[in-house]
């Protein structure tokens, strides 16, 4: 039915075919967190609260009512566990230092992001995303009832996209 030689070419054809399929490049594995989180300058696009007192719950756009001043600042992270907050092109006093230098660590198995900056206590943020173009983290503060003042949560949400 087929000619010698149309059927040679077949099977050289399907051979080829065959072993092609089987040597597909080797996909490289995904970035670490560490990578991701260092691979960029971060920049806040997105910052929103809900604070609940009792059982009434109220939402903020925080970044709304940012100064433009503070909206191009950024967060730089290295892969040797510092991080400077860059207060960006625009000083918000003028004469106040251009950057404040931190340190960060991975805690829950890399589920959160805990940084410090000099002076104050340790923050944790629970890390909700985190790509080679986007970090999104949540964190609670607290304040417990005090004289006529019921106890208030607040829930914080920060976006940052990668620069």
Known sequence: MFSPLLRFQ??????????????GKATDPPPSK???????RWQLSAFASASTTGSTTTTTDEYATLPACQKNN???????????????PTLCV????????GTWTFASDETELVT???????TTHRLTRLTGSELQWVYMTSTPANGSFPAQSTVFTA???AQ
């Open 74 to 88: 950024f967060l730089q992270f290295a892969a040797d566990g510092t991080y400077v907050n860059d207060e960006g």
């Open 94 to 101: 003028p004469g106040t230092p251009q950057t404040t230098p």
């Open 34 to 40: 560490s990578a991701l989180l260092t691979a960029h």
């Open 159 to 161: 976006t940052f996209e």
């Open 10 to 23: 077949l099977v050289v054809l399907g051979s080829v075919v065959l072993l092609g399929a089987g040597c």
């Open 116 to 122: 410090q900056s000099r002076g104050t206590t340790p």
